[in-house]
């Protein structure tokens, strides 16, 4: 199989689509006959778009969290969850089985530091040539920017939710 290089994208910034870039690019990888593996980092509750991708067979998603502490310290149990769902996906990647593997929230896990961006660049560092290894989340630390070869900024320009709309079902989450 000939297999073309893979490169490292992150979309982070404070604005809304960081997840949803990302799973767009999974639908297109999925449209072109590709593997691709989802993991999501910090959160705990399926979301509709991951019901759907769990209907196509190429497409396989596995969360690594316990739920939002945006306000509260996270626990042993949420560090734990991070650290083997990190150690199931550098497995999982270096296998070379996946032409693209999505770390959906990951840069909120070093923030929150439920991992260290050391090793986060290991994997970057160490990912199969042909893999293309997306990044998302906000507070991108700077040396994960620096080794990407794509970084998107989302922009928060104006957003309802300013003025009381509630994440809408099928819109939103």
Known sequence: MNHMKGYVQVYTGNGKG???AALGLSLRACGANKKVFIAQFVKSMEY????ALKSLSSIQVKLYGHGCFINQSPT???ILAAKEGLNEVKDILMTGL?????LDEITIAIY???LHTKDVLSLIQNKP???ELIITGRYCPQEIIDAADL???MKEVKHYYTKGVLSREGIDK
């Open 98 to 102: 996946y032409d693209l593997v999505i």
């Open 76 to 78: 042993e149990e949420d």
């Open 151 to 153: 970084v998107t900024e």
């Open 112 to 114: 929150f530091h439920l």
């Open 18 to 20: 960081k997840t949803t």
């Open 129 to 131: 040539d042909h893999v």
């Open 48 to 51: 509709n778009e991951l019901k």
